[in-house]
């Protein structure tokens, strides 16, 4: 079992930054990649970023290429995803997941890959 919570969601103005943190805990951290996706309402949950084991790899959907990173920690078990230049469209809950498939590259885009989930944080940007 593995146990993720987010942290760092809120209401920010449009232009603003926001930095999520999701908390793992219950496996070893580096045996699994992790994952960012957000659903907003009225809208299938969809892909946001991915960060494989070590944080050799990572991937990123295209409407938040260029204005966010995520990145890893893996002595304090944690995952990031720094989003800046926000925009009200990406207003969603934000969720992270954990992917325990084999492989040390792996950054899945599907939510089908991944195994565990958050509760998700609520990122509001105003215009």
């Known amino acids: 079992q593995v146990q993720l919570v987010e942290s760092g969601g809120g209401l920010v103005q449009a232009g603003g930054s926001l930095r999520l943190s999701c908390a793992a805990s219950?496996?070893?951290?580096?045996?699994?990649?992790m994952g960012w996706f957000r659903q907003a309402p009225g809208k299938e949950r969809e892909f946001v970023a991915a960060?494989?084991?070590?944080?050799?790899?990572?991937n990123y959907a295209d409407s938040v290429k260029g204005r966010s990173t995520i990145s890893r920690d893996n002595a304090k078990n944690t995952v990031y995803l720094q989003m800046n230049s926000l925009k009200p469209e990406d207003t969603a809950v934000y969720y992270c997941?954990?992917?325990?498939?084999?492989?040390?590259?792996?950054?899945?885009?599907?939510?089908?890959?991944?195994?565990?989930w958050g509760q998700g944080t609520q990122v509001t940007v105003s215009s």
């Open positions: 219950g496996r070893t951290f580096s045996n699994y990649a």
């Open positions: 960060i494989s084991r070590f944080g050799g790899s990572t």
């Open positions: 997941a954990a992917d325990l498939r084999p492989g040390s590259l792996n950054t899945g885009v599907s939510a089908t890959e991944y195994d565990y």
